[in-house]
């Protein structure tokens, strides 16, 4: 574990959220997101690592929690020798954490609880009233224009501890979007424009869209796959011909299908829990990670096909296995130095915010989140395999 120490001038707002809480932070280096947390979230966390690695996969890596009274403390995965401690300087986190809400223009709005039905509340939630911070990988980093989507799921989107009047107001929200029929909505995306012609007097961030809660909360069962069309707007072709939209939509249902197994067989209860997907944006740039992806595919079945002395003479025997010896340290060399290579970052999958989570032995798989997951599953594989056979969604509805 890397030891890092950051100062309030360090910090700076996390520019990735596609929806969420205000108050979230970044690292300077952008690797990191702090994120105000109940101790509810830290727990499951901790307990994922320790006794529920398969669900733990699909979490963004827990670095540790930063108490922001002065306290820090760093969380290792079970049966992993500590690392360093994260020195993470508490004290000269509070106030930036205030100072990113003023510059911000945040004003502290009414609890959920407190708004009228009516009421479609702020745009992002209100930072939590909290001195715990919890420090994770951030999903986005590494890629060089991430396009991100945040999937709210359940139907049922409060737990037992919630009071009467913020239920009737999330059910409403239910009922009313697709959380109710689909069991998800779209929470909020932040997509770049890839195709758009960038204005030369900006730095081009002027091309990314960003979409709010109320822009999910617009599509019913029947048009929600406009907003993941909305999503997939990336531009150009692979090395294979396949168009990069339906290539990015095939690799992130794959992964909603690894986590819809998972979900299967884990017995946990989660109300506000959300996937992220986060995926190269720029097409130029994904065309090449996908080639380089595929060249280090083919190098390591090369690898592995590589066929081994098979010289048997008696006279020589000892020179067949010293070099058959010598062949195999190069070939444990070779693959040393492949995992040695950093994977091209294509895309991410992870379940995120789990202030309403835990772990419910003996009740059965989450039915509610697992409605959601579902239905997501099948919507990229419609958004791959449009009904007539012929081109991509968009070219269908043209």
């Excluded at 037992?160 to 697709?178: F, G, H, N, Q």
């Excluded at 062949?327 to 040393?336: F, L, R, V």
Aim: glycine fraction near 8%; charge should be negative; proline fraction near 6%.
């Amino acid at each position: 574990m890397v030891d890092q120490s950051f100062k309030e001038s360090d910090l700076v707002a996390f520019e990735n959220a596609a929806a969420g809480h205000e108050g979230v932070l970044s690292d300077p280096s952008g690797s990191l997101v702090i994120k105000p947390c109940t101790p509810i979230e830290v727990s499951f966390y901790e307990s994922a690592l320790a006794k529920h690695p398969q669900f733990a996969a699909f979490m963004p890596t827990f670095m540790g929690t930063l108490t922001l009274s002065g306290e820090s403390h760093q969380q290792e995965p079970e049966g992993k020798a500590p690392g360093k401690p994260m020195n993470l300087d508490a004290a000269k986190v509070a106030p930036k954490l205030k100072a990113g809400m003023a510059i911000a223009g945040v004003h502290s709005p009414a609890k959920a609880s407190e708004l009228p039905l009516d009421n479609a509340g702020p745009l992002h939630g209100a930072r939590l009233q909290t001195d715990l911070a919890i420090v994770l990988e951030n999903a986005a980093c590494g890629f060089t224009r991430p396009n991100v989507l945040d999937v709210k799921l359940g139907s049922q989107l409060w737990d037992s501890s919630a009071p009467l009047s913020k239920r009737a107001r999330l059910d409403k929200v239910a009922s009313e979007t697709t959380s109710s029929s689909l069991g998800f909505r779209i929470a909020g995306m932040k997509v770049w424009q890839d195709g758009a012609v960038p204005d030369p007097e900006t730095t081009g961030e002027d091309r990314y869209k960003v979409y709010d809660k109320m822009y999910g909360r617009q599509f019913t069962a029947d048009d929600v796959i406009e907003g993941f069309k909305d999503f997939f707007a990336v531009e150009g072709t692979s090395s294979d011909g396949d168009d990069l939209r339906q290539v990015m939509a095939r690799r992130l249902g794959d992964e909603v299908s690894k986590i819809r197994g998972v979900l299967e067989v884990e017995e946990s209860r989660m109300y506000g829990a959300s996937v992220l997907f986060v995926y190269e944006g720029d097409g130029a740039v994904l065309t090449k990670k996908l080639e380089k992806e595929r060249q280090r595919a083919e190098e390591q079945e090369q690898a592995r096909s590589r066929p081994q002395n098979t010289r048997k003479t008696e006279d020589d025997k000892t020179t067949a296995d010293d070099e058959e010896e010598e062949d195999d340290n190069d070939d444990e060399d070779e693959d040393d130095d492949d995992e040695d290579k950093p994977r091209p970052k294509i895309h991410h999958v992870k379940l995120i915010d789990f202030a309403h989570a835990t772990w419910t032995p003996g009740e059965g798989p989450d039915e509610n989140v697992l409605k959601g997951v579902r239905n997501v599953e099948r919507l990229l594989a419609e958004f791959c395999q449009p009904s007539d056979g012929k081109g991509t969604p968009d070219e269908k509805a043209a």
